[in-house]
């Protein structure tokens, strides 16, 4: 029925959604189209994804802290990812969630993880996060026929 990963609540909160994971950085500033919630740096191995509802898991972001403002403009409009997986603190992604919860009553889960953690997490797989941490990954396989299964 999958397996459970301990992560550190950076904001604390449950969330669930198919990830969407890269092993590279990624900048929200002129990388992240808060309109669509389309990551649109071209050079991003995640370039052309919408992360919008999705958990989004890099290492890392990229940048200052447009980060913030875009991330909060995405929540505004509704495109923003449903929860963010990262390898380390991340101070700009935790306050976007702590000002969206302020200003739009709508905060969304950070949470940090272990390196090799982080690297068993697979684009595709079904996540369900919980308030302390612990998220709950599905593998989610497509089948010869096109059927979509989760393990």
Not at 63 to 87: D, H, K, N, Q
Not at 118 to 130: N, P, V, Y
Request: glycine residues 10%; negative net charge; proline residues 6%.
């Amino acid at each position: 029925m999958g397996n459970v990963i301990r992560g550190r609540p950076l904001v604390a909160g449950e969330a669930q959604g198919q990830a969407l994971v890269s092993s590279e950085p990624l900048s929200f500033w002129g990388g992240y189209d808060q309109r669509t919630g389309e990551i649109i740096d071209r050079r991003h191995p995640l370039s052309g994804e919408r992360a919008a509802g999705k958990v989004l898991a890099v290492p890392f972001t990229r940048g200052s802290s447009t980060t913030t403002a875009v991330l909060l403009e995405a929540v505004r409009l509704g495109t923003a990812p449903a929860a963010i997986l990262t390898t380390g603190p991340d101070s700009f992604l935790a306050l976007a969630s702590i000002v969206a919860d302020e200003l739009y009553g709508t905060p969304f889960p950070v949470i940090a993880l272990q390196p090799e953690a982080f690297a068993a997490l697979h684009s595709g797989d079904w996540l369900q996060l919980r308030e302390d941490g612990t998220i709950q990954v599905e593998r989610v396989r497509q089948t010869t026929k096109g059927e979509v299964s989760r393990e």
